[in-house]
């Protein structure tokens, strides 16, 4: 698998530049993981840390389920690699886990993803709401949050991946 980066553009209107960012930071994430090992993708940053690019991935494919389909959409679709007897579960990998069905199921949620959010303006409402304050979120700040949720963990993905085999990028 090659992944192919494209840049967002320069100038376009609002949605596409939200949706051009979100998928460069998600192609990102799967280019930080090219060529890599299951083992190697199942290596953690440093102790006692336990996060992983594989962890990372399944991180993410949890947060695509969470933010598109259960709040934006009103799914009721359970979480995947978690649970009450492990909120972490997505990044407790074991030799057991496979890249093949960890970046299937990433890619899965992100075709839903996308499904879900085409056709819905910006200012659309979820049907989810806010703990908090029982507010619900518009499609534009999902967009944004999705945008800094692959940007934090990509720079995670980044010294990770440099841990693992000295291989930097932007």
């Not at 090219?34 to 199942?42: A, F, I, K």
């Not at 996308?114 to 709401?129: I, M, P, V």
């Not at 534009?140 to 949050?145: D, E, G, L």
Request: proline share 4%; net charge negative.
């Amino acid at each position: 698998m090659t992944t192919e980066r494209k840049d967002p553009p320069l100038s376009a209107d609002e949605r596409t530049m939200l949706e051009s960012w979100l998928e460069y930071h998600r192609q990102t994430l799967a280019w930080k993981c090219q060529g890599l090992t299951d083992e190697q993708l199942r290596t953690a940053s440093v102790e006692p840390s336990e996060l992983s690019l594989m962890g990372l991935v399944r991180h993410m494919s949890d947060v695509e389920r969470h933010w598109f389909r259960r709040v934006l959409v009103g799914d009721d679709s359970g979480p995947i690699y978690w649970g009450e007897q492990d909120p972490d579960g997505d990044f407790h990998v074991t030799g057991d886990d496979t890249w093949a069905e960890a970046y299937a199921t990433w890619q899965a949620e992100i075709d839903i993803a996308r499904r879900n959010a085409a056709g819905l303006g910006l200012d659309h409402l979820s049907k989810g709401r806010d703990k908090s304050t029982g507010e619900p979120f518009s499609l534009r700040w999902i967009y944004i949050h999705m945008i800094e949720e692959y940007a934090r963990h990509n720079g995670h993905a980044d010294l990770i991946r440099e841990r693992i085999d000295g291989t930097t990028g932007e």
